[in-house]
Structure formats: C-alpha cells, structure tokens
C-alpha cells in the first residue's frame, strides 16, 4: 500500500512538472514575435484568409464577413502568445529564443545601415 501511495505521488509530481514553463518565458517569445514580423503576418493572413473565403462563399452576407474579420484581428499578440507557449516551451528554451530576437534586432539595424 505504501508503495503505491509513492508511485502515485512520484507520477503526480513529474506530470505537474511538465506544465512548468520558465519565468519570462511567454515575456521572451512576445518580443521574439514582435521583432520577428509574426503580429503584421498574422494580421496580413487573417485579411488574405477572409477574402479568399469572402470571393468563394458570395451567398454569406457581407456583415458577417466583416465582424468575423473583426473578431480575429481583436485577438491581439498576447492571446497568440499564451496559445503558443507550450508548443515552442517544448522545442526552444528562452535562451533559445533570446538568440532568435537578438539576431532579429541585428539584422534590422544591419538593413537600416544600407
């Protein structure tokens, strides 16, 4: 019986413990996206994606099209960030995404300088 109550708590404590993402680190991938262009693609996309949907389905109203249109740009970086956290906390660490901003950073001002 003992040893159950141990195996449960040691698995009980190994699963909390993958939830765990570093401090900063949703801070960290919000200026990666930010420095890396991702907000004005995300935008650019949502408007291409509703117009090619708005010229293949002519029969919705006009209205709807608008306020879904709407709806997606309101999501702003910060709802995409907190979505994404656990998908890139699996593959990148925030020192990896630290390096992926500063080299961002670097090539803007490398461009600015031509």
């Not at 509703?50 to 608008?66: I, L, N, R, T």
């Not at 925030?94 to 901003?101: F, G, H, T």
């Amino acid at each position: 019986m003992k040893t159950y109550f141990i195996s449960a708590l040691v698995c009980l404590m190994s699963v909390m413990s993958w939830g765990q993402v570093e401090e900063g680190y949703e801070d960290t991938l919000k200026k990666m996206f930010e420095v890396s262009g991702t907000e004005a693609a995300y935008q650019s996309t949502i408007k291409q994606m509703v117009g090619m949907y708005k010229s293949q389905k002519s029969d919705v109203p006009a209205d709807a099209w608008d306020s879904l249109e709407k709806e997606f740009l309101a999501m702003s970086l910060n709802d995409l960030t907190k979505m994404l956290v656990p998908v890139y906390s699996k593959h990148l660490t925030k020192n990896d995404l630290e390096a992926v901003s500063y080299t961002h950073l670097r090539a803007h001002e490398t461009r600015e300088d031509l």
